[in-house]
């Protein structure tokens, strides 16, 4: 892994993701290519702009000839896609964007990917790649759809996807599982569970819910509360993500998961808790539609087979996230104060119970 492009590195993991590899890997060369939609903030990047081995090109990953011109460029051996609409909300209201980033963006990078890194790009019946190039796909547990009480997802449960985000999650997944099967495209997938930490966009559970307590608005906690999500934090995702790009076997799917199963309600209550407001914030609201009940990750093959295990527990991962709000009123008012607030009143103001 040498010279490696970053997609959607301007968003919440993407950049966390470029802060590790340049505090990790001295002889890199990394390029963020973002196309900065509302999700991405070069704010994120800020510290790291001006270092030599980091590089930003604004576009689509849809946009063949520029992801062309990027490795003509540079000439990349690792692709790592984070670029992607993430959020589960904004695909029930508009999912045109979901399958068109998510799906064809996909399939642009692994075309492109495909074409520089075979060995002979025009015999059909060849497998052969150069030596160390990787294709690593970013996607989510969520394409396994919904658990009940009990059990856990592994790398073989079928594919059950349930929202338009997870269904074009999943699709994308098996457009990369295609690539590696019918060219030898050497790929991986990773799937990981609710990511938190710094940087993430207030759109999201834990930073709406820290910045609703901070400026001592309203909680909306859909349905009951009683969901449940595994969380990671997004350090040890990014950990993670370095070791499968190291050591992940070829064509093989890894789920990462923090063992770190959480009621909403117990989330909202854990900040409310820290941050000296009152329980009396909260208010149920109407549920998501389709809204799944539980993820749970079993991460035994990423522990097992490639020697990866997360570094944080719940407790020190939120403390140093609302420590890391609380530090960062500045970042986060950048974003609540522009197009966010007409987001937040459109997504919040029909779903009183
Ligand atoms: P995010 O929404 O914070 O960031 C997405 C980034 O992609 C943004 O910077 C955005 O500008 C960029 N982008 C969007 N469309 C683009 C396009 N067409 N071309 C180039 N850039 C584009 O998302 P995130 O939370 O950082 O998630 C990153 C990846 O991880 C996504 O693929 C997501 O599906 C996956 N994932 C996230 C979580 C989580 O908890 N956040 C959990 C599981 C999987
Ligand atoms: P979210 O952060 O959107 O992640 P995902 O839907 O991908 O799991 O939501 C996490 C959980 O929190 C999910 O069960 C929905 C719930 N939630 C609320 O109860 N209220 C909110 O305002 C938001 C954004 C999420």
New binding site residues.
Partial sequence: MKNILV??????????FIHYLLKNYEDICVVN?????????LD?LSQVCDDPRYHFAK?????RALVEELFDQFAFDTVV???????VDRSITNPD?FL???IL?TQTLLDVAKRHWKLDPDDKYSYEFKEGVKYL??????VYGALGATGMFTETTPLAPNSP?SAS?ASADFVVRAYNKTYGMPVNIT??????GP???PE?LIPLMINNCLSGKNLPVYGDGMQIRDW?Y?ED?CAAIATVLEKGVVGEVYNIGGNNEKANIDIVKLIINSTGKSEDLIVHVKDRPGHDRRYAIDNTKITTQLGWAPKHTFETGMASTIEWYLSHGEWMEKIVSGAYMSYYEKMYANNKL
């Fill in positions: 997609t959607g590195g301007a968003g919440f993991i993407g950049s966390n290519l973002d196309l900065l939609t509302y999700a991405g903030n994120n576009g689509d990953i849809h946009d896609n984070f670029a992607a609409e993430s959020h964007i068109t980033t998510n963006g796909q970013v996607s989510t547990d969520e985000y999650k799937r990981c569970s609710n990511n938190y940087y993430q966009f999201k990671l997004v995702h």
